[in-house]
């Protein structure tokens, strides 16, 4: 049973369009929560964290939305280029008291030029 | 600085055959070290963690073991391969116990072929 759930499971958005992803979690343990970025082939990379007592983290393009009532937390793309295409997942743990991720299923987004 | 190395980067066994898959850290001490499976178009599936030498957790009962020989040295084996081992394994690390910050640190994965 996955701990996270996200959507959509691919999208294509136009350069300089914004792309968004959403995650939703049931565990209110859950304390922290990357978004990792993988280029086929590769290993995925942590792109940006978020922590439940901030509702927004931004990191150049990249920007996370909480929303701790709701167990939501989702990715935007701010000015998608084409090396943006890549498969982005969501996560979250426990903390010091968990040593694992739970990731989601995954996100393709492709961007257009 | 750590670094982390996963390998063979391609591999393709038959079926019933054995398999190993070596990963070491460099740059840390006792790190958590996991084995994640990634089948095509799929997300990350926890097979095994690691909190120590020889403490290993399994996550999914399945064809696979790991041991963890030294501190900074994770194996994923099996004895006799099936069609459906075939995926994208990749390793992984975290800071040790008692730290908040669990990002973890992938290696390059290991693409294996059951045929």
């Not at chain 1, 959509?8 to 859950?30: D, H, M, R, W």
Request: hydrophobic share 35%; proline share 5%; aromatic share 12%.
């Amino acid at each position: 049973q996955q701990q996270v759930k996200q959507s959509p499971q691919s999208l294509i958005v136009q350069k300089g369009g914004i792309s968004i992803i959403n995650c939703a979690y049931e565990n209110t343990a859950f304390d922290y929560f990357p978004w990792y970025q993988q280029f086929p082939g590769k290993g995925p990379a942590l792109l940006i964290a978020i922590r439940p007592d901030v509702s927004e983290k931004k990191e150049g393009r990249f920007t996370i939305s909480f929303n701790k009532s709701a167990k939501q937390f989702s990715l935007h793309i701010m000015d998608s280029q084409p090396g943006d295409s890549a498969t982005y997942f969501c996560a979250a743990s426990a903390g010091a008291n968990d040593y694992k991720l739970s990731f989601g299923a995954g996100t393709t987004v492709t961007v257009r030029a | 600085s750590q670094t982390i190395h996963q390998w063979p980067a391609t591999l393709v066994q038959p079926v019933g055959s054995p398999l190993s898959l070596e990963c070491t850290v460099e740059g840390t001490s006792n790190p958590n070290l996991y084995w994640y499976r990634q089948a095509a178009g799929r997300g990350l599936q926890l097979l095994f963690y690691s909190v120590g030498i020889g403490q290993i957790s399994s996550e999914v009962p399945q064809n696979l073991s790991a041991s963890r020989p030294q501190d900074r040295q994770f194996i994923l084996s099996s004895k006799k391969l099936l069609l459906s081992d075939s995926g994208f394994y990749l390793c992984a690390w975290s800071v040790g116990q008692g730290i908040i910050n669990t990002e973890a640190f992938f290696g390059q994965g290991t693409r294996l072929t059951v045929v």
